[in-house]
């Protein structure tokens, strides 16, 4: 299951400052995809002789006018870095607000029910929990074809379930307390009960929760594209750059740290930032 159980330890002492950090990180990280191209409007798509070598090789880190140098299409790696990494978190970021959305409806839905209809939407949810998250994201992705779409429903399909088993384990215990019985006995309705007196409440955890699930995610994506299941040429994502230039590795070995220490910083913000918000709701 993904979730919580798998979170990394904490990296800071404070949840406070691990959630500075790593809303600094993840800012710094969005002005960067937002602002690099109105700066420095370079295509990233665009494969220049001028980007290579008399041999034919990419030109290293530091080159004049590529300062990240450039991949072996002699397209350069600043902006290609830069617009693959805006990608990876576009997907990530929109497949887990789908599968919130998704699986809040289908937790709230089974704890407002009758014990039947709770039961059949949670064997719903666990068989969603048991098929493989990369295995289930790899078949959607291959079969509506590759592309940016495709990932989000995928990746989407695989955090649903694991959401929508938070939310109901928490509204169960939510729906005893005595204010939500309170609110029964004035003669509010179970949907009223539900939007008003329970969900205020489940919003924090939840939202921790897809914090989390915002790292796995791009992780995913990444792995998706590393085995080409990703976006198609001439797009690129963080997971397609680094399974690409993968033959590099001995002898362009910038062609894997630029990428790979992008990957890095972003799932460690996502982390910090999910794992901050849970352990202060945890402390509430």
């Known amino acids: 299951m993904i979730g919580p159980t ?35 409007p370079v295509d990233p798509t665009f494969e220049s002789v001028a980007g290579l070598t008399e041999l034919g090789e990419p030109l290293p880190v530091g080159s004049e006018g590529y300062p990240l140098g450039t991949d072996p299409r ?18 990530a970021i929109l497949a887990v607000a789908i599968a919130t959305v998704a699986g809040l409806a289908v937790g709230l839905l089974a704890s407002g ?31 509506l074809g590759r592309g940016t779409v495709s990932l989000i429903v995928g990746l989407a399909a695989v955090f649903w379930a694991p959401i929508a088993r938070v939310t109901y384990g928490q509204a ?38 897809a914090a989390l699930s915002v790292g796995w995610a791009v992780l995913f994506e990444s792995a998706l594209g590393f085995l080409g299941a990703g976006v198609q040429e001439p797009q690129a994502s963080i997971g397609s750059m680094l399974g690409d230039h993968l033959i590099y ?25 999910g794992e901050s918000l849970r352990t202060r709701t945890e402390e509430r």
Do not use: K, Q
């Open 74 to 91: 002699g397209r350069d790696m600043l902006a290609r870095t830069v617009y693959a990494g805006g990608l990876t978190m576009l997907t």
């Open 6 to 40: 798998l979170a990394p330890a904490r990296l800071v002492g404070s949840p406070r400052w691990g959630l500075r950090i790593g809303l600094g990180l993840v800012t710094a990280l969005v002005l960067l995809v937002v602002l690099y191209p109105l700066f420095s």
């Open 249 to 273: 590795y001995r002898s362009h070995p910038a062609l894997i740290v630029i990428p790979a220490t992008f990957l890095a910083v972003l799932v460690i913000a996502a982390n910090l930032v």
């Open 172 to 209: 169960v215990v939510l729906r005893e307390r005595d204010y939500v019985e309170a609110a029964r006995v004035m003669g509010g309705g179970a949907l009223t009960v539900l939007l008003r007196h329970i969900l205020p409440h489940l919003l924090p955890v939840v939202g921790a929760y």
């Open 113 to 143: 029910s009758s014990r039947v209809a709770g039961s059949l939407l949670m064997r719903f949810t666990d068989l969603g929990l048991a098929i493989p998250g990369l295995l289930l994201a790899a078949a959607i992705a291959t079969i």
